[in-house]
C-alpha cells in the first residue's frame, strides 16, 4: 500500500552551506524515532506504511520524516530524512514514501502551528473512522482529552499523491489538534513532538475502550457539553510538562531493551 515518490536531490553545496547537524536537530531525531518505536511496540504501525513528520529546529523550511521501506520498528535517529517542501532530500538516505511526502509537506507548510504531524492506521481509532457520524461519543474520561480539540474529514478522495490532496487535508485540519479522516485514518497535529506523541496515544486508547463498551451492546453513557469542556480544559493544564514526561518514560523503556533507536 506504500508508493515510492520521485524526489529532488538537494545540491551537495545547498546542504553543506546548512547546519543540520545541531543539538536540538540531534534531539529532536531521537524523539521522534523513540514514538516510532514505542508506536510499534503499541500495535500502531502498518507495515512500512503511515509517517510521523516535524518541523526541523531552527529550519522551518524543513522536515523530519520517517525513509520509505522501513517499518516503525526498524526507524533510528539517524535513519530520519530532512526534506524541504518542494520533494527534495537534504540529508539522509533514500527517500519519503509518496503519501508522507504529500501529507506532510502541505500540513507544515499551510498549518505552522503544526510542529509535529502523526499519521497511522493504528486500529481502534481508524476503526472509528469507518463509522457513520461522529467518531466519538464522549462517554469515556480519556477520549475528553480531545473535546473540542477534534475535526472530521468526511471527504475521503483515495491516496494523497499530489499537492491537491495534501493541501485539501491540511485545509480540513483548521485549528483541530486531531483529524479523524473518514475511511482513512487519524491524523494528530501538535506544537511538540512530545504532544503530538501523548495525543496519539490517548487517541488510540480512547478509541480502544469506546469500542469495547460498543461491543457490549448496551446503551453508552454520554457526558454532558458543559461537564466535558470542563474537563477536557483540566486536562490540558500542564499538558506541556505531562507529555514531555510520558515522552521520557518512552525514551527510558526503549533505552533498557533497544537502545539502537537513539543510534
Known amino acids: 500500500m506504500a508508493h515510492a515518490f520521485e524526489l529532488n536531490r538537494a545540491p551537495a553545496a545547498e546542504v553543506l552551506a546548512t547546519d543540520l547537524n545541531t543539538p536540538?536537530?540531534?534531539?529532536?531525531?531521537?524523539d521522534l524515532a523513540a514514538c516510532f518505536r514505542m508506536a510499534?511496540?503499541?500495535g500502531m504501525g502498518e507495515g512500512i506504511c503511515n509517517h510521523f513528520s516535524v518541523v526541523l529546529p531552527?529550519?522551518?523550511?524543513?522536515?523530519?520524516?520517517?525513509?520509505y521501506g522501513l517499518a516503525f520498528a526498524e526507524v533510528t535517529a539517524s535513519s530520519l530524512l530532512i526534506c524541504d517542501f518542494n520533494g527534495s532530500v537534504m540529508l539522509g538516505e533514500g527517500k519519503p514514501e509518496a503519501t508522507a511526502f504529500f501529507i506532510h509537506a502541505q500540513l507544515h507548510r499551510l498549518n505552522p502551528r503544526a510542529t509535529a504531524a502523526f499519521h497511522t492506521h493504528m486500529p481502534n481509532a481508524t476503526a472509528l473512522?469507518?463509522?457513520?457520524g461522529e467518531p466519538f461519543v464522549w462517554a469515556g474520561q480519556t477520549s475528553l482529552k480531545f473535546y473540542g480539540r477534534l475535526a472530521v474529514d468526511e471527504h475521503y478522495n483515495g491516496l494523497a499523491l499530489d499537492d491537491t490532496e495534501g493541501e485539501r487535508i491540511a485545509r480540513a485540519a483548521g485549528d483541530a489538534d486531531v483529524v479523524m479522516l473518514?475511511?482513512?485514518g487519524p491524523l494528530v497535529?501538535?506544537?511538540?513532538?512530545?504532544e503530538a506523541w501523548d495525543d496519539l496515544y490517548y487517541l488510540e486508547r480512547a478509541a480502544q475502550v469506546q469500542l469495547k463498551a460498543m461491543s457490549s451492546g448496551r446503551p453508552l453513557k454520554a457526558v454532558a457539553h458543559e461537564i466535558a469542556s470542563a474537563a477536557s480544559k483540566q486536562m490540558l493544564i500542564g499538558n506541556a510538562e505531562s507529555a514531555r514526561l510520558h515522552l521520557d518514560s518512552v525514551k527510558r523503556q526503549l533505552g533498557k531493551t533497544e537502545a539502537e533507536f537513539a543510534s
Request: charged share 20%; glycine share 6%; proline share 9%.
Open 24 to 30: 536540538a536537530i540531534r534531539e529532536a531525531r531521537i
Open 40 to 42: 510499534a511496540r503499541l
Open 58 to 67: 531552527g529550519h522551518p523550511e524543513l522536515f523530519l520524516v520517517n525513509p
Open 129 to 132: 473512522c469507518m463509522l457513520e
Open 182 to 184: 473518514k475511511n482513512h
Open 189 to 194: 497535529l501538535g506544537p511538540s513532538i512530545a
